[in-house]
């Protein structure tokens, strides 16, 4: 039986490669920001405000205005549809802003999890019908990657063969497109943290996904020097009794790495899935420090783990603002240590140690 496929013309390549690396830039990594109306609701409520337009756009108005953001640790930020059109209150617009401070706009593209049928009360993402079409206007409008999310939970019996199948080629579809129409995949298969199950499992269950979406982005010829992977760390299940030490959760992170994710990805930008701030830079700064040979930059894709403090301290009262943005400053700073595997003072912000779990969590 004859086959065919071929590669990305070399202009689409070299763009992509050029991309992805420079968002993985040495002590770089990405803000997120791509909580969907609901979910910036949820933490609008949590400070008395409404959830209006106007108070989402002054909040992410807030961290875009934060001087010295990209020079020092923020290469990339991921954005929600809203955002990409709003502006500040000179009237500029929050792409132009990031644009002057060369902080690489990206955007989600998902449009979250539906039942999937037939599943052990499971989930599959939605959103690749139209894809194509709003890549290209994302595009026009000045995003250089996208960013998909595919939820898994594990428990007696999950994460399902079909679950686990359904997620590596819902991603390997939305990378194929992304690249089609000139934009960097960040492709994220997130294995929660919700249930009891300790780290042994939590390894197992990483390693199969990751296995099965790079079986699947493969078959799919997704052009991987110009993709970027954001997953779990590896870690107990939020409710099991026996925790993990830093140098357990390292080891466990790097070696389902190595065994899936091949040294062409130029980059790995973990999720911080609920830990709490301090929690998420420990354990960045102690995968960096795992005595392997590591073809990839490991770095973070934090929202949560970036913004709790700056939440805190902000609380929708406009004269707290810089001192918010002081928050993300040193919160990024230190995830900009830890990404090189050099964070060793603990650094003091409002939300520090405090849990970011929710369960379920929806952006």
Same mark, same amino acid.
């Given at each position: 039986?004859?086959?065919?496929?071929?590669?990305?013309?070399?202009?689409?390549?070299?763009?992509?490669?050029?991309?992805?690396?420079?968002?993985?830039?040495?002590?770089?990594?990405?803000?997120?920001?791509?909580?969907?109306?609901?979910?910036?609701?949820?933490?609008?409520?949590?400070?008395?405000?409404?959830?209006?337009?106007?108070?989402?756009?002054?909040?992410?108005?807030?961290?875009?205005?934060?001087?010295?953001?990209?020079?020092?640790?923020?290469?990339?930020?991921?954005?929600?549809?809203?955002?990409?059109?709003?502006?500040?209150?000179?009237?500029?617009?929050?792409?132009?802003?990031?644009?002057?401070?060369?902080?690489?706009?990206?955007?989600?593209?998902?449009?979250?999890?539906?039942?999937?049928?037939?599943?052990?009360?499971?989930?599959?993402?939605?959103?690749?019908?139209?894809?194509?079409?709003?890549?290209?206007?994302?595009?026009?409008?000045?995003?250089?990657?996208? @960013?998909?999310?595919?939820?898994?939970? /594990?428990?007696?019996? #999950?994460?399902? %063969? *079909?679950?686990?199948?359904?997620? $590596?080629? &819902?991603?390997?579809?939305?990378?194929?497109?992304?690249?089609?129409?000139?934009?960097?995949?960040?492709?994220?298969?997130?294995?929660?943290?919700?249930?009891?199950?300790?780290?042994?499992?939590?390894?197992?269950?990483?390693?199969?996904?990751?296995?099965?979406?790079?079986?699947?982005?493969?078959?799919?010829?997704?052009?991987?020097?110009?993709?970027?992977?954001?997953?779990?760390?590896?870690?107990?299940?939020?409710?099991?009794? @026996?925790?993990?030490?830093?140098?357990? /959760?390292?080891?466990? #992170?790097?070696? %389902? *790495?190595?065994?899936?994710?091949? $040294?062409? &990805?130029?980059?790995?930008?973990?999720?911080?899935?609920?830990?709490?701030?301090?929690?998420?830079?420990?354990?960045?700064?102690?995968?960096?420090?795992?005595?392997?040979?590591?073809?990839?930059?490991?770095?973070?894709?934090?929202?949560?783990?970036?913004?709790?403090?700056?939440?805190?301290?902000?609380?929708?009262?406009?004269?707290?603002?810089?001192?918010?943005?002081?928050?993300?400053?040193?919160?990024?700073?230190?995830?900009?240590?830890?990404?090189?595997?050099?964070?060793?003072?603990?650094? #003091?912000?409002?939300?520090?140690?405090?849990?970011?779990?929710?369960?379920?969590?929806?952006?």
């Amino acid at each position: 039986m004859s086959t065919f496929f071929s590669y990305p013309d070399f202009e689409l390549q070299q763009k992509l490669s050029a991309t992805a690396k420079a968002i993985v830039a040495p002590g770089k990594g990405i803000l997120a920001v791509d909580e969907s109306n609901e979910g910036i609701g949820k933490l609008l409520a949590s400070v008395g405000l409404d959830n209006t337009e106007n108070n989402r756009r002054k909040y992410r108005q807030l961290l875009f205005t934060t001087d010295n953001i990209v020079s020092e640790n923020i290469s990339a930020v991921i954005l929600f549809d809203e955002t990409v059109y709003q502006k500040t209150d000179e009237g500029t617009l929050f792409m132009d802003v990031l644009k002057r401070k060369n902080i690489i706009p990206g955007i989600k593209v998902d449009k979250d999890v539906v039942p999937l049928f037939m599943s052990e009360d499971e989930f599959t993402t939605q959103g690749l019908g139209d894809l194509a079409k709003r890549c290209a206007e994302y595009k026009n409008r000045g995003c250089k990657f996208a @960013k998909w999310r595919c939820p898994l939970k /594990i428990g007696e019996r #999950t994460p399902s %063969v *079909l679950a686990i199948q359904d997620t $590596a080629n &819902v991603l390997a579809r939305y990378a194929s497109v992304c690249q089609s129409q000139g934009l960097v995949p960040i492709v994220e298969p997130d294995v929660l943290i919700d249930g009891d199950h300790d780290i042994e499992r939590a390894q197992k269950v990483t390693e199969v996904v990751l296995a099965a979406v790079y079986k699947a982005l493969n078959d799919h010829h997704v052009f991987l020097e110009g993709t970027l992977l954001k997953p779990n760390m590896v870690t107990p299940g939020q409710q099991c009794s @026996k925790r993990s030490s830093l140098g357990e /959760i390292a080891s466990a #992170t790097v070696t %389902v *790495l190595l065994r899936t994710v091949p $040294a062409a &990805v130029p980059g790995i930008a973990f999720l911080s899935g609920g830990q709490s701030e301090e929690d998420a830079t420990l354990n960045l700064n102690a995968i960096n420090q795992v005595d392997m040979k590591i073809p990839w930059a490991l770095t973070f894709s934090y929202g949560r783990a970036l913004q709790a403090s700056v939440w805190k301290t902000w609380a929708g009262v406009d004269a707290n603002v810089k001192m918010a943005q002081q928050e993300l400053l040193k919160r990024a700073k230190a995830n900009g240590f830890a990404s090189l595997g050099k964070y060793k003072i603990p650094v #003091t912000t409002s939300a520090g140690d405090a849990s970011n779990y929710s369960k379920n969590h929806k952006y």
